[in-house]
């Protein structure tokens, strides 16, 4: 098999359509790098990649196409107090491959750049055992996709609702969905998947990692698994693992299909990426690919001994994007996300590591400013996980324009105002789109991503359920997940038969899906919430790749109802514009004898004073559809109907009188959380009538007069 120059750029392997393939890979300090390809026998065949053009290693194979495995080995200096760790007995992983075959078997080889002798020290010693028989391999692919006119939704931002959800988790037990295809994402791209999505409402997916991932040695040793897949190893390949058509480059095509598949239902899909570390870990991690290619190039090494890694993440690494081929890799990642997978938006893992440009985090580094400045990226939707484990890495509300945050303030807040221990002046602040946070900067109420749960913590039903983690079956003694001091158990820990305590937590959970849904922002619901999931008080479930963590989908009676009231709840989001806004609320009347755009008062139905904001646990929120300065594509003005918030996070009922008949004079009762069988929906009170709230419930009213 012969091997010619080729060409530097598309870094990666890039099949040419008919005659061959041409490989290239970055390494700044390598001494000269292998291309390994491997026959469908597991037979190697190592081909010196013969030219090098700034750092970047190339060449051009004859008679290799789609469906051939590669990998490769690179020589250079073993030197790790210098940061070199290069080592070609280790089978390494093209940074840029499409696809992934296979998973690591630490049974077969040693992975690690070392014999482990249990010491701190064994990193120093240079291991000869060739790992090839342990290593996946990367996979040349066939990028070719009909897309038979399928394209991107585009839902503006002020109409978006985001559903968090994990490919595997969702379909694995799916009613309707073919046992082979459960757990893929053929499974999510069904009619029996895209049809339930459909009809819940929601305008966005937000997929936990499906770039390629790697397992945990120490997990695999107790029978783990990663299954949140926050160990990216491949950043421009699907994971193999969530594939039902195979993976010698189906998993690709399979990928496409489950995009366009959504597309065509309306519904986005957002990809939760992980670029700030890597699956290699600390200085006694895995060799796998990055380690390996050119480690002191790939990673953020501690200055004064660069053998040892800065951690920002808490993984044991932390990716070095100050490093312009590093940077390249990234952006070269997600444009191909964007552009070949028609993907409509990133939420970036731990965001606040890649804005640093040395050690502190700086809003204008090199990553954000490339971003703003790119025709494709700057298009799609971009969302910040605002922090880091880092110092001064908790950085919510100071992320540039274009970007989404997470709001963790609207997490804790909310949740704080219905424990009853709030500061209610927070949690008005959070519900009206948290100006305090992103009006200064240029940025709209849609900027706040609101959520009260997600992937990483309790489920809904967990949160009403436990306040303390039940983490055993992790394997670390319940030392992971964090301790979550914001959940409330509504007076018994954990499972229980008391009706009354039932009755509370399920009206809890109604109280936290509507103070979620209808706040202004960019509401977030975790999978599985709208119908009170449990994971058994697990609040940490990233090993569980078991009935811990997969949607439960046989649901007894009142989780139908929890589910049919999410649903009221996204119809009337979306039917009235006012839970829509693109503007900030202010409290104040565009002219003289308006109504303010939003106005708060007391249970006695008076505004609410100073005082007020800090000795209470009931107000009212009012919405004015009247003054929503919107109009539509072809000019029209787009009114929307005036709404009443009423709220009562006391342990005590209560009766609120309605407003001034200024603000209505008849109203009508859209949902009601103390009303489980809504039997109050459709009934009428007028001004200066009572309104009786149950303990810690929301009644919503709409006015009809």
């Known amino acids: 098999m012969e091997i010619w120059p080729g060409q530097p750029f598309p870094i990666g392997a890039t099949w040419d359509g008919a005659d061959g393939t041409n490989f290239s890979v970055f390494s700044e300090n390598a001494e000269f790098v292998e291309l390994c390809l491997f026959d469908d026998f597991g037979v190697e065949t190592r081909l010196t990649l013969p030219e090098r053009h700034a750092y970047v290693w190339h060449g051009y194979v004859p008679g290799v196409g789609p469906g051939h495995r590669y990998g490769f080995r690179v020589s250079g200096p073993y030197d790790p107090p210098r940061g ?9 992983i093209d940074p840029y491959a499409r696809a992934i ?38 996979v040349v692919v066939d990028t070719r996709f009909d897309w038979e006119g399928s394209t991107k939704p585009r839902h503006p931002w002020h109409d978006t609702l985001i559903y968090e959800m994990h490919v595997k988790g969702f379909t694995k037990q799916f009613p309707g969905i073919p046992e082979h295809l459960q757990g893929t994402y053929a499974g999510l791209a069904s009619d029996e998947a895209v049809g339930y999505l459909r009809d819940l409402g929601v305008t966005a997916v937000e997929l936990l990692p499906v770039h390629h991932f790697a397992d945990e040695a120490h997990l695999v040793d107790i029978g783990l698994t990663n299954y949140w897949g926050y160990s990216s190893i491949g950043f421009l390949a699907p994971h193999s693992g969530f594939a039902a058509t195979g993976t010698r480059g189906e998993q690709v095509r399979e990928f496409k299909g489950m995009v366009k598949a959504l597309h ?37 090494l501690t200055p004064d001994n660069q053998r040892f890694y800065m951690d920002f993440t808490g993984t044991g690494n ?12 990234i952006m070269d990642s997600l444009r191909y996300w964007a552009t070949e997978f028609q993907i409509d938006g990133f939420r970036f893992d731990l965001a606040s590591a890649l804005a640093r440009e040395f050690y502190d985090v700086d809003r204008l580094s090199s990553f954000f400013d490339i971003i703003h400045q790119d025709p494709v990226l700057s298009q799609v939707k971009l969302i910040a996980e605002p922090w880091d484990v880092g110092p001064g890495g908790y950085q919510v509300g100071n992320f540039p324009v274009l970007w989404a945050e997470w709001n963790g303030l609207y997490r804790d807040e909310v949740r704080d105002f219905w424990r009853g221990h709030g500061h209610v002046g927070g949690f008005a602040a959070r519900l009206s789109g948290s100006s305090d946070l992103y009006k200064d900067d240029g940025r709209a109420p849609f900027s706040s991503v609101n959520f009260v749960t997600a992937h990483d913590g309790f489920t809904l039903n967990d949160l009403v359920s436990y306040d303390v983690k039940h983490n055993e079956a992790n394997g670390e003694h319940g030392r992971d997940g964090t301790t979550d001091n914001r959940s409330w158990n509504c007076g018994v820990e954990g499972p229980t038969d008391d009706p009354e305590i039932l009755a509370l937590r399920r009206r809890q959970q109604l109280n936290f899906l509507t103070t979620l849904i ?63 806004r693109r503007d900030f609320l ?83 009762v859209e949902l009601s959380t103390g009303d489980p069988e809504n039997g109050l929906t459709h009934s009428t009170v007028s001004t200066g009538e009572h309104v009786a709230l149950v303990s810690r419930s929301v009644v919503v009213l709409r006015r009809d007069l």
């Open 101 to 138: 075959d296979g998973h690591i078997d630490h049974t077969q080889a040693n992975v690690l750049p070392y014999v482990p002798s249990g010491t701190a020290d064994d990193d120093l010693e240079f291991d000869d055992e060739d790992d090839a028989d342990a290593m996946p391999r990367s």
């Open 518 to 580: 209808l706040a202004v922002g960019t509401p977030m619901l975790t999978a599985g919430d709208e119908f009170g999931r449990t994971q058994g008080g697990n609040n940490n479930a990233y090993c569980q790749d078991n009935e811990v963590s997969w949607l439960q989908w046989e649901h007894e009676p009142w989780q139908q109802r929890q589910l049919e009231f999410t649903k009221k709840l996204i119809a009337l989001r979306k039917k009235h514009r006012v839970f829509r």
């Open 586 to 668: 202010t409290g104040e009347a565009p002219r003289t004898g308006a109504l303010p755009d939003v106005w708060w008062f007391r249970p006695d139905g008076r505004r609410m004073t100073a005082n007020d904001w800090d000795h209470t646990v009931a107000l009212g929120m009012f919405l004015n559809g009247e003054e929503i300065h919107h109009r539509g594509e072809r000019g029209e003005r787009l009114m929307s109907d005036s709404f009443i918030i009423l709220m009562n996070a006391g342990s005590d009922d209560i009766g609120f009188t309605m407003p001034a008949r200024r603000y209505g004079r008849r109203w009508l």
């Open 264 to 300: 065509n239902a309306g519904i986005e899909v957002i990809l939760d990426v992980v670029y700030n570390h890597t699956a290699e870990g600390n200085h006694l991690g895995p060799m796998l690919s990055f380690r390996g290619i050119d480690n002191a190039s790939y990673y953020r």
């Open 84 to 92: 070199h760790r290069f080592n070609p007995t280790k089978l390494l």
């Open 318 to 329: 932390s990716l070095n994007p100050v490093h312009p081929s590093v940077l390249r890799l």
